[in-house]
Each structure stands twice: as structure tokens, then as C-alpha cells.
């Protein structure tokens, strides 16, 4: 069985083609600039060239249909004719609370998504969009929606809760989401699969720290909690993005720099996070060279950021009554030696204790922790698209 799988954004699209016998990656593939001068579209198959289309493409459904044709390529595809793609999985950022599970796509559910356009008014309208592109051009495959939200849909009414007037939940649906589930439990499964101990007697962390971060407490397999709200805009510094702030402060800047509520989000959103306290770039990279070339706004950039993943640390396993093990994944979870080492430093009270030979390791699956810490440590790349190919394939299976 082959799974396509598709990740759409607004202007740019990502696909993999599984095979789920072998769970071997055939292709992947990038489409960039849909829509706008310049669109291109990269797809890399292991052991071929690197195939680049360069041709306008005015809207999603161009894109995919290159996207098809690009994978039935006589001498850059991987397979003969789309009747071998037995479904489509999409990445669907909101589904809101009616989803807790990924989904076969009926009208029902496409009527839903809209609904969530209003949760999620920047990310599912181009989910949507590829979602109807794709089923125009295979009428007959089946296609599947799996959200980022639906992992966390478990958590409890106290963690989901604002502290609002309780109307606003009722009517207007304003709660904790919480996002990047896909990735948090693929990498929470792997690490049980890692101990060789059974998911629904653990209590795991799961550190998802990227561009967008969150830290997830996974209790005996499910979440309990997640640093991200209603939407990624909660939780951790990130890259561009604030995190937790007093919600006070909105309505100072509104006041102070004369902008409206709408222009204070974005500065919230896309001009703060480690680039609005170092000044110097949202990669974590960049920042990491600035800070050890001297620059005190970047150093502090780095401690901000690895202070509140300690602090969730540290909540979520009073939220759990414990920790057995701890994960980190996503770009810079994976990659940065740094940062893991800062993150575990003091938290040998609960336990944590890296291991600094065996944390030099980068973007594999390794066991990080000290043969004495009682928390076992992991690297353990993320594969949200693998993720999404597993539901499909169980859905569309059953
Ligand atoms: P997203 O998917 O949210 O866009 P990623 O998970 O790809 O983000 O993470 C991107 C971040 O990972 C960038 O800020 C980048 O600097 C960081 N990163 C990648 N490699 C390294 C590394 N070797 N050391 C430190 N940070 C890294």
C-alpha cells in the first residue's frame, strides 16, 4: 500500500509517497511559491537526481497536479500511474473539538473544517484548499484529514480550561488546543517503544522544540497537557513568537504605540520569541554563534528560552506525579547539544541527569541520559508525515 501524504501551507505545499509495507520513503518532494512569480517544485528520491520543476503554478490545484505528474515521471517518478496511491493523508491543523482521531474525508467532515476556519484562520483555509484540490484531481482515492490538535483533545477540563467567564468556552469554544500532536505522539510512542516498556504505564515529556515549540505531559499514553492554547501563540519563547505573556500587555501596546489589537498580535507572533530579545535572527544557529561571539542580548535570548522548557519541565511532572522519561525532538530538540545540556541542568532533583558524551549526537534516535539518571533521556526524530501515513493507512484499512 502507498500513501501520499500532503502538507499544504498557503503558498507552499509538502508531499511524501510512503510505501507502508517497507514504511520506506519513495519520494518527497517541496512545492514553493504557489501562486506568486517563481513557482518551483523540488522532489528528491533517494538514489536519483534531484528534480526541479520550474513553471507557473496559479493555484494549489496546478501544484498538485504537478505534484501527480512529477511522481509518475518517467525518468524521476517512483511509480507508473496514480491508481498505485491507495490514499491521501492531509495534515489539518484544527479540527477543533469534534476531532480527536484522524479522519476518513466525507462532506461532513469538510463542512466541519470550515467551521474551525475561524479557530485557525491563517492555517485551515490552505488545508482546506489542497484537500478539495486533491480530491478534483482523484476523485477515487480515498483521502484522510489528520490534526495536529486531535492527540491533546484528551486533556483534562482543568488543563484545557481558561480562567474566563465560562461562556466564552460554551459559546465561542475559547480553550486550550494545543498543537504539534502529531509529533508528540510519534516521538512519546517511540521512546516507550525505546524502553521496551508498555505507553500506558509511563509518564513521559515530550519536548517539541523547533521554530514553533511546545512540551507535552503524556501520561500512561495520552496528554494530560501541552504548553500551546488556543493557538501556538502560548507556552514557550519560540522563534518569532512570544509565549506566555500577561495578557495586559496587548492592550499597553495598543495604547502606546498606537496600533490596533490585531497589529500588537502580529508583533506577538512574528517579532518577538528569541528574535525579539536578541535582535539578532530566529534561528536558534545564528543566535547560538551571536551568543558565543559575546552578545549579551542573544545569551539571553538562549537562557530565556531553555528556562521555561525547564519550568514546564518541572510542572508537567507535578501534573504527572513524576517523569520517567524525557524527549527531545523538532529542529532544535534534535540538534542542538547546547540547548539539551542547558534545558537538563538543575533538574537532577527530579531525577534528569544527561549524560555530556553520550548528548554529542545529532538528528539520530540515541539515549542521552547517565546510567545513573532515573529519567531516561532521548533524541528522537520527529515524523509527523510517517504519523500521518499510519492513521491513513488504519483508516482506510478498517
Ligand atoms: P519548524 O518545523 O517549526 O519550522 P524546525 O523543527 O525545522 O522548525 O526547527 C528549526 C530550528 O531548528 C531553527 O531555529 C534552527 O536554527 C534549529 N536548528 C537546526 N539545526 C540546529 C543545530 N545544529 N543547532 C541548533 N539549532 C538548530
Not at 236 to 244: C, E, H, I, K, Y
Not at 304 to 325: N, Q
Not at 330 to 339: D, F, K, L, T, Y
Request: charged share 25%; aromatic share 6%; net charge negative.
Amino acid at each position: 500500500m502507498k500513501i501520499l501524504v500532503i502538507n499544504c501551507g498557503s503558498s507552499s505545499l509538502k508531499y511524501q509517497l510512503i510505501n507502508m509495507e517497507t514504511e520506506e520513503v519513495l519520494t518527497k518532494g517541496l512545492v514553493e511559491r504557489i501562486g506568486i512569480d517563481g513557482s518551483i517544485l523540488t522532489q528528491k528520491t533517494p538514489g536519483k537526481d534531484k528534480y526541479v520543476v520550474e513553471q507557473a503554478m496559479e493555484d494549489h490545484k496546478a501544484a498538485i497536479g504537478l505534484v501527480l505528474k512529477a511522481l509518475i515521471d518517467e525518468n524521476f517518478g517512483v511509480i507508473k500511474s496514480m491508481d498505485e496511491i491507495s490514499a491521501v493523508g492531509h495534515r489539518v491543523v484544527h479540527g477543533g473539538e469534534k476531532y480527536a482521531q484522524s479522519v476518513l474525508i466525507d462532506d461532513e467532515v469538510m463542512a466541519s473544517l470550515e467551521d474551525c476556519v475561524k479557530l485557525a484562520p491563517l492555517h485551515n483555509p490552505p488545508n482546506i484548499i489542497g484537500i478539495k484540490a486533491c480530491m478534483e484531481l482523484m476523485p477515487a482515492t480515498p483521502m484522510t484529514a489528520v490534526f495536529d490538535t486531535a492527540f491533546h483533545q484528551t486533556m483534562p477540563e482543568e488543563a484545557y480550561i481558561y480562567a474566563l467567564p465560562y461562556e466564552y468556552y460554551t459559546e465561542y469554544g475559547i480553550r486550550k488546543y494545543g498543537f504539534h500532536g502529531t509529533s508528540h505522539k510519534y516521538v512519546s510512542s517511540k521512546a516507550a517503544e525505546a524502553m521496551g516498556r508498555d505507553i500506558r504505564d509511563l509518564k513521559i515529556v515530550t519536548c517539541h522544540l523547533g521554530n514553533g515549540s511546545s512540551v507535552t505531559a503524556v501520561k500512561d499514553g495520552i496528554s494530560i497537557d501541552t504548553t500551546m492554547g488556543f493557538t501556538p501563540l502560548e507556552g514557550l519563547a519560540m522563534g518569532t513568537r512570544s509565549g506566555n505573556l500577561d495578557p495586559a500587555i496587548v492592550s499597553f501596546l495598543v495604547k502606546e504605540l498606537k496600533i490596533t489589537a490585531d497589529e500588537a498580535l502580529n508583533i506577538l507572533n512574528k517579532k518577538s520569541g528569541v528574535l525579539g530579545i536578541s535582535g539578532v535572527s530566529s534561528d536558534f544557529r545564528d543566535i547560538q554563534i551571536a551568543s558565543e561571539g559575546g552578545n549579551k542580548r542573544a545569551k539571553l535570548a538562549l537562557d530565556i528560552f531553555c528556562y521555561r522548557v525547564r519550568k514546564y519541565i518541572g510542572a508537567y511532572a507535578a501534573s504527572m506525579g513524576g517523569v520517567d522519561c524525557l524527549v527531545f525532538t523538532a529542529g532544535v530538540g534534535e540538534n542542538s547539544i547546547e540547548m539539551r545540556e542547558e534545558i537538563c541542568k538543575g533538574l537532577s532533583f527530579l531525577g534528569i541527569e544527561l549524560d555530556s558524551e553520550r548528548n554529542h549526537t545529532r538528528g539520530e534516535i540515541a539515549e542521552i541520559s547517565s546510567d545513573n539518571s532515573k529519567v531516561k533521556i532521548y533524541v528522537i526524530p520527529t515524523d509527523e508525515e510517517m504519523m500521518i501515513a499510519k492513521d491513513t493507512k488504519d483508516i482506510v484499512s478498517k
